[in-house]
């Protein structure tokens, strides 16, 4: 069975960090683009930032120059390094990715969701 395994989140102050990490396992032959999304309460989920196998990235306009999303290929896992976090980040952020199993079938897997919640 293939899936994402999550972890980090947790509470800190405005202006803190903290680094989510998401690890696909399972019969893997690839990975393709990771990423993170996040739904803050009465919102709809919204995508933070992605990446491809190749390292192209993308991010929302409202986490730039403060979040960096990073991947280990080899591990098939991705990082967000989230620095100057302030309250209008918080939100329950989600990993996603699309990874192809050792049978060839395309999984478009979400990870389980972990809460990262930003005081003032």
């Known amino acids: 069975q293939v899936q994402l395994v999550e972890s980090g989140g947790g509470l800190v102050q405005f202006g803190g960090s903290l680094r989510l990490s998401c690890a696909a396992s399972g019969s893997i032959f690839g990975v393709g683009v990771m990423g993170w999304y996040r739904q803050a309460p009465g919102k709809q989920r919204e995508l933070v930032a992605t990446m491809t196998s190749g390292g192209t990235t993308n991010y929302v306009d409202s986490v730039k120059g403060r979040f960096s999303i990073s991947r280990d290929n080899a591990k098939n896992t991705v990082y967000l390094q989230m620095n100057s976090l302030r309250p209008e980040d918080t939100a329950v952020y989600f990993c996603?990715?699309?990874?192809?199993?050792?049978?060839?079938?395309?999984?478009?897997?979400w990870g389980q969701g972990t809460q990262v919640t930003v005081s003032s």
């Open positions: 996603n990715a699309v990874v192809v199993g050792s049978q060839l079938r395309t999984y478009d897997l």
